[in-house]
């Protein structure tokens, strides 16, 4: 079973729009992290928020932390095609592992 | 410096044979992380390695195993392969323990069970 829930699955936007996805996790955790997929390749890892942070910045990323629902967001701004890949959440809860959601694949269209 | 390397890329074994995989992690790096990606699943946690100790393993029948040598290098095998182990195969390689920060990606190597 995997720990971390994303939402929506998939999305598909318009170069320059928004997109943001979701993530749900069942068990208390040290920090969350978010990673890209680009098809059939390595996760490349985007950005870390620890669990007594709200929110964090990175470039285009904003990444935001309530702990006690358990999610978190994800949201890329200005959208470009590049950014078309799958990304997702990954929790660590002290145990020696990254637990991954499920992901969301983002498409965005020219 | 150079990232995480697996080999081989890509594979084909048919069903009943075995198929060992390997990861070299970024050097300095002492924590390796094995991960199975299907479309189903997602991203399963496979095993943990730190200076050659096991510290987590995840819910894999015993055909699944794996070990790290002294100079961190990684290789996991499985035996008696299974259609249901096609999928990609992913090594992360960390600093210390996976979590305290990012973990860096090899490219997988993709098998095909057949």
């Known amino acids: 079973s995997q720990q971390g829930e994303e939402d929506p699955q998939a999305l598909s936007i318009q170069e320059g729009e928004n997109a943001t996805m979701n993530c749900s996790y069942k068990?208390?955790?040290?920090?969350l992290q978010w990673y890209r997929q680009n098809s059939g390749r390595g996760l490349v890892h985007l950005i870390l928020?620890?669990?007594?942070?709200r929110e964090k910045h990175s470039g285009r990323l904003r990444v935001t932390l309530d702990t006690s629902k358990k999610s978190s967001s994800l949201l890329i701004t200005a959208s470009r095609a590049a950014d078309t890949a799958s990304y997702f959440c990954?929790?660590?809860?002290?145990?020696?592992?990254?637990?991954f959601g499920a992901g969301t694949t983002v498409t965005v269209r020219a | 410096k150079a990232g995480v390397t697996q080999t081989p890329r890509y594979l084909i074994k048919t069903r009943g044979q075995q198929v060992t995989l390997s990861c070299s992690p970024i050097?300095?790096?002492?924590?390796v992380s094995w991960y199975q990606q299907t479309p189903g699943q997602g991203l399963q946690f496979l095993f943990e390695?730190?200076?050659?100790?096991?510290?987590n393993k995840g819910n894999f029948p015993g055909r699944f195993s794996g070990r790290q040598f002294s100079n961190s290098r990684s290789e996991m095998n499985v035996s008696t392969l299974e259609l249901g182990d096609s999928a990609l195969y992913l090594c992360?390689?960390?600093?210390?323990?996976?979590?305290?920060?990012?973990?860096?990606f090899g490219e997988g190597s993709r098998l095909t069970v057949l």
């Open positions: 992360a390689s960390s600093s210390d323990r996976p979590g305290t920060g990012e973990l860096f």
């Open positions: 068990t208390s955790i040290n920090n």
């Open positions: 928020i620890r669990s007594n942070e």
């Open positions: 990954a929790t660590d809860a002290n145990d020696y592992k990254l637990s």
């Open positions: 050097s300095g790096h002492r924590s």
């Open positions: 390695y730190f200076s050659e100790t096991q510290r």
